[in-house]
């Protein structure tokens, strides 16, 4: 199994990134998948989760900003963020169940 994230780097506040998450190995369809995200010093925080029927769920803090989709004909997950802050700047992780991608650098600017 493989989980593997692009799409980090750099922006400045109120910018936007959009995470993408390829993976193999699974069944995808009929997983579900989370971002999770951990800054330095800070605990892990589940970021968003999508369902296999595509329910979602979202951290209070990125409610509305930030949107978790899934192509199940690509085996792909993407976290759409929109007006990044500062606090946003974490790593990033893909995760489904006990298999986790390495993560991704998000750093946001003010």
């Known amino acids: 199994v493989q989980l593997v994230e692009s799409g980090g780097g750099l922006v400045q506040a109120g910018g936007s990134l959009r995470l993408s998450c390829a993976v193999s190995?699974?069944?995808?369809?009929?997983?579900?998948f989370t971002w999770y995200r951990q800054a330095p010093g800070k605990s892990r925080e589940l970021v968003a989760y999508i369902l296999a029927g595509g329910t979602t769920h979202y951290l209070d803090s990125v409610n509305g900003r930030f949107t978790i989709s899934r192509d199940n004909a690509k085996s792909m997950v993407y976290l759409q963020m929109n007006s990044l802050e500062p606090e946003d700047t974490a790593v990033y992780f893909c995760?489904?169940?006990?298999?986790w991608g390495k993560g991704i650098q998000v750093t946001v600017s003010s």
């Open positions: 995760t489904s169940g006990q298999w």
């Open positions: 190995g699974l069944v995808f369809g009929a997983n579900p």
